[in-house]
């Protein structure tokens, strides 16, 4: 069965640090998503992709966050600079048109 | 926010069915429910979803009321691997719609041996 992959599992970094989160969406999929979850928090939406541009972005993907598809397979989430409060598990996630969403495993992103 | 309401925790025997209710009260007419499951801290994983008819697939069904006002899930043989929280959304879905989801705290379920 396909599956959405995200690779690092396991990301730490320092404070102040640009991280790249990598995700590969299932092949026939046209939509993509990062979502986030703080630990012992809910999962929260950070942004969403379609045709090479973003269509949806929540109040907490601000200038430091980008996503980009670089090539017909990746979908990635930079941070530019990141904060503690960057810390948590990150979700990229992807769908067809209609319904249902398919999640990866997920990064750990833990800043220091 | 969430526009769904879900008791924090239950509690299910092993084998025995699991009914995890929502209350959707604002639901409006365009908009599907749908559940997902989170199993310790991997990704949601998508169970299923309907929008005024009962639906059945492999892992669950979903029991909708007349109104719309509310449903259940439910898991008909529950085993320890269903342990997980629950998460009962509420969406626009159709062509062209690729609407956020909106997850609120859902319910923690313990199927115990």
């Given at each position: 069965?396909?599956?959405?992959?995200?690779?690092?599992?396991?990301?730490?970094?320092?404070?102040?640090?640009?991280?790249?989160?990598?995700?590969?969406?299932?092949?026939?999929?046209?939509y993509?998503?990062?979502?986030?979850?703080?630990?012992?928090?809910?999962?929260?939406?950070?942004?969403?992709?379609?045709?090479?541009?973003?269509?949806?972005?929540?109040?907490?993907?601000?200038?430091?966050?980008?996503?980009?598809?670089?090539?017909?397979?990746?979908?990635?989430?930079?941070?530019?600079?990141?904060?503690?409060?960057?810390?948590?598990?990150?979700?990229?996630?992807s769908s067809t048109?209609?319904?249902?969403q398919?999640?990866?495993?997920?990064?750990?992103?833990?800043?220091? | 926010?969430?526009?769904?309401?879900?008791?924090?925790?239950?509690?299910?025997?092993?084998?025995?069915?699991?009914?995890?209710?929502?209350?959707?009260?604002?639901?409006?007419?365009?908009?599907?429910?749908?559940?997902?499951?989170?199993?310790?801290?991997?990704?949601?994983?998508?169970?299923?979803?309907?929008?005024?008819?009962?639906?059945?697939?492999?892992?669950?069904?979903?029991?909708?009321?007349?109104?719309?006002?509310?449903?259940?899930?439910?898991?008909?043989?529950?085993?320890?691997?269903?342990?997980?929280?629950?998460?009962?959304?509420?969406?626009?879905?159709?062509?062209?719609?690729?609407?956020?989801?909106?997850?609120?705290?859902?319910?923690?379920?313990?199927?115990?041996?």
């Open positions: 069965e396909p599956e959405v992959t995200q690779t690092p599992s396991h990301q730490v970094t320092q404070m102040g640090q640009e991280v790249i989160l990598r995700c590969v969406p299932i092949s026939n999929h046209l993509f998503y990062w979502y986030r979850q703080i630990l012992g928090q809910k999962v929260e939406f950070l942004v969403s992709f379609y045709n090479n541009e973003i269509s949806e972005k929540s109040e907490i993907f601000d200038d430091q966050f980008s996503v980009e598809r670089p090539d017909g397979s990746n979908f990635t989430l930079k941070i530019r600079s990141t904060k503690l409060e960057d810390s948590a598990m990150y979700f990229c996630a048109v209609r319904h249902e398919y999640f990866g495993p997920g990064t750990r992103l833990t800043v220091t | 926010d969430a526009k769904t309401t879900q008791p924090p925790s239950m509690d299910c025997a092993e084998g025995r069915a699991a009914n995890l209710p929502c209350n959707h009260s604002t639901i409006s007419g365009n908009e599907y429910v749908y559940w997902y499951r989170q199993i310790h801290s991997q990704g949601p994983q998508y169970i299923i979803h309907g929008l005024k008819n009962n639906e059945t697939n492999e892992m669950a069904s979903l029991i909708i009321t007349e109104d719309r006002k509310s449903s259940t899930l439910i898991l008909p043989h529950a085993t320890l691997r269903d342990t997980a929280v629950y998460y009962c959304i509420v969406r626009v879905a159709g062509v062209g719609g690729n609407t956020p989801l909106v997850f609120g705290k859902g319910t923690r379920l313990s199927v115990i041996a």
